[in-house]
């Protein structure tokens, strides 16, 4: 493995890590925020929002594309290998979770927030954070699928 080789292995890793634990983060502190409610709740929904283009988006976008060029440089990896393939699954469900479920759901619970309706907020936080625990499983089980190199060839 050469010098850049050892780099995009490290951004890989690091922005996993960010993707991942962003992941565990909100899965601790959003029912929490849901419990304490009102302005509480609005300013986290703000937040979570904002992380996910800040934060968690680049995270996820470069950890795909160090992973394809680690394919395409690396020796040790291949398309054939299955954890390739398992990874590229789970960042396409991921995204559709998160731009399909996740984020219509946090918005819902926004626009229930500034008009009062308290029993929406509560419904789709617990939707919210449903769909980051399946994300959040998605993403360890990618990254257990390539730290032991599963259907490697």
């Known amino acids: 493995m050469t010098e850049l080789d050892g780099t995009i292995l490290t951004i890989h890793i690091l922005s996993a890590a960010v993707w991942i634990g962003t992941g565990v983060f909100f899965m601790y ?25 800040r934060v968690i988006s680049p995270a996820a976008i470069l950890t795909l594309l160090t992973g394809i060029v680690m394919v ?27 731009i399909g479920w996740s984020a219509p759901n946090m918005r819902r619970a926004l626009a229930a927030l500034e008009a009062g309706d308290m029993p929406t907020v509560g419904a789709s936080m617990k939707r919210v954070a449903n769909g980051g625990l399946l994300i959040t499983a998605l993403l360890v089980f990618a990254e257990f699928t390539m730290v032991f190199r599963l259907g490697s060839g």
């Open 29 to 53: 502190a959003g029912p929490r925020f849901r419990a304490i409610g009102g302005t509480a709740v609005a300013g986290w929904v703000q937040v979570a929002l904002d992380a996910i283009s």
């Open 72 to 98: 395409l440089i690396e020796e040790a990896w291949s398309w054939g290998d299955a954890f390739v393939w398992i990874g590229i699954g789970v960042f396409v469900v991921v995204l559709s979770v998160g």
